[in-house]
């Protein structure tokens, strides 16, 4: 019986530290970071109920991680319901295995900060916006991406 709670006892305390923390971002907290990106950033708009969202997840994170030495970054914000934040999304990015920061959009109103993003989002998701700012590189897709388009992005969005 000691030995089943002890292994209870190390799979809670490996599984919370495996978990990360969601924070909640504001629209504000958003634009500051599309502003403010420092590397090449890829913000992917997601919701766990989205199915083509959830399934280029694991390919984003892939690519991206293969142009790391670029220093190309994948911010992954969340437009759950607030009622998924954050135990929600928390569990099924760890079930997932997805190991991108994840944000929480703390907004409601998509016709608040759909157009602050980018004017043509109509509010469909999977989104992405890609962002270099030492090269004024910005592009908005609103669409699932194929492995090869966001490869061919990320070489367009990382060079000089």
């Given at each position: 019986m000691n030995k089943f709670i002890f292994c209870a006892l190390l799979f809670f305390i490996f599984s919370s530290a495996c978990a990360q923390t969601i924070p909640k971002w504001k629209l504000k907290d958003l634009q500051s970071a599309i502003k403010n990106?420092?590397?090449?950033t890829i913000f992917?708009?997601?919701?766990?109920?989205?199915?083509?969202?959830?399934e280029e997840i694991p390919y984003f994170e892939q690519i991206t991680k293969k142009y790391d030495s670029a220093g190309v970054k994948l911010v992954l914000v969340s437009l759950d319901l607030s009622d998924a934040y954050p135990k929600e999304i928390s569990s099924f990015a760890s079930k997932n295995r997805f190991a991108s920061p994840i944000k929480f959009l703390d907004e409601t109103n998509a016709d608040l900060f759909c157009p602050a993003v980018d004017t043509s989002w109509s509010g469909v998701i999977p989104a992405s916006l890609f962002v270099n700012n030492k090269t004024s590189y910005r592009k908005f897709f609103e669409e699932q991406l194929s492995k090869e388009k966001l490869e061919k992005e990320i070489q367009l969005m990382i060079q000089k």
């Open positions: 990106a420092d590397k090449p992917n708009f997601w919701a766990t109920i989205c199915k083509p969202c959830v």
